[in-house]
């Protein structure tokens, strides 16, 4: 069966939507047949409309996300509260400890990120690991930073996710590969963006999971879940009423 | 000596301006050379075939040890002859005709 290729992470600007019209139409013509566009909760329905618009006339599938960007874990659990049941993907972005440990513990959350170049807040360890593992999400990895950073900083950074890679292929953790890009010369083919994850130790046929098989599984487990039958994981109301 | 095995690549570019072919190679080598340092770049045995300046489009062998790591250098250029550029790989090929005929397309 064709893969369906994935960028979970395509950073639109929804007020612009000659340009985002441009981006998704150079997604289609690289591959891509499902994107998922970070859409702020205060973000208008009419501009939403307007990508899934775009979406469907060059025939990609659209998704609904959200980031999170908690700064403990209380607001953290509130924003879930609140948005879960809106958005068909969520990222948390881990801005500390606490909320990357409550991040990687609650069934709700899809994704987690950890800020690209600041090291001292990327808190995949061990610990983290085991959590995220024991849970749903899958662990984010931008590929913007590869593209924009330079000599001893690309070194760096390829180095530190090698690291966090290793850790997760340890767990199991799922890994998702996205963009995170808002220009079009900074898209890739998605088998460009997995020849890349052979620069941090994934094999050919995982890379190409991450782009694919991981994020499609995520989205429709979570259409699964956000449909009107949904009762439990297989348990699905088909038919309600008296002559049931 | 068995010989090395190869593979061909059609590439398109993706540029504002039209980079001249010394330009491409100049990008391509050095993506190599950056990521992966001389010795690599030597065992990638690249080679420019024939380069499009109308269409934009390049094509060239590479050894099929060095084909993944070589997109991965691919991937990583962002800029050619000081203008912002992306260069994607259209087809791979284990013979130049199937590429030749795709490239006239």
């Given at each position: 069966m064709k893969r369906v290729f994935a960028d979970l992470h395509l950073r639109l600007n929804p007020n612009d939507p000659a340009y985002a019209a441009r981006i998704l139409i150079k997604a289609a013509s690289l591959g891509y047949g499902l994107v998922a566009v970070p859409i702020s909760p205060i973000t208008h329905m009419q501009d939403r409309e307007k990508i899934i618009e775009i979406c469907k006339s060059v025939n990609i599938d659209f998704v609904s996300r959200v980031n999170l960007q908690a700064r403990t874990r209380d607001q953290l659990m509130n924003q879930l509260r609140k948005l879960r049941r809106k958005y068909e993907v969520i990222c948390v972005s881990c801005e500390n400890r606490q909320v990357a440990r409550q991040a990687a513990k609650?069934?709700?959350?899809?994704l987690i990120s950890f800020p690209s170049v600041d090291y001292s807040r990327r808190f995949l360890d061990k610990s983290e690991a085991e959590l995220i593992h024991s849970g749903l999400a899958a662990w984010e990895i931008d590929t913007k930073p590869f593209f924009l950073l330079e000599g001893p900083a690309r070194t760096r950074f390829i180095s530190t996710i090698r690291r966090e890679t290793s850790i997760a292929k340890d767990f199991e953790i799922p890994l998702v590969l996205s963009s995170g890009v808002s220009s079009e010369l900074l898209l890739r083919k998605p088998r460009e963006i997995a020849a890349l994850a052979g620069l941090f130790g994934l094999t050919e046929s995982s890379a190409l999971d991450s782009v694919s098989k991981v994020p499609v599984s995520i989205v429709r487990r979570n259409r699964e879940k956000l449909g009107?039958?949904?009762?439990?994981?297989?348990?699905?109301?088909l038919k309600e009423g008296n002559d049931c | 000596m068995k010989r090395s095995k190869r593979r061909y690549l059609l590439l398109q570019i993706d540029s504002d301006g039209a980079p001249s072919q010394r330009d491409f190679l100049d990008a391509a080598w050095g993506s190599v050379t950056k990521l992966y340092g001389e010795s690599g770049a030597s065992c990638a045995s690249l080679l420019l075939i024939n380069f499009d300046e109308d269409t934009k489009k390049a094509l060239v062998r590479v050894s099929l040890d060095a084909l993944q790591p070589f997109r991965a250098s691919l991937a990583l250029i962002t800029r050619i002859a000081d203008r912002e550029a992306a260069v994607h790989v259209v087809k791979v090929s284990g013979t130049i005709k199937s590429l030749r005929e795709k490239a006239a397309r």
């Open positions: 609650d069934r709700r959350v899809d009107s039958g949904f009762v439990a994981p297989g348990i699905t109301v | -």
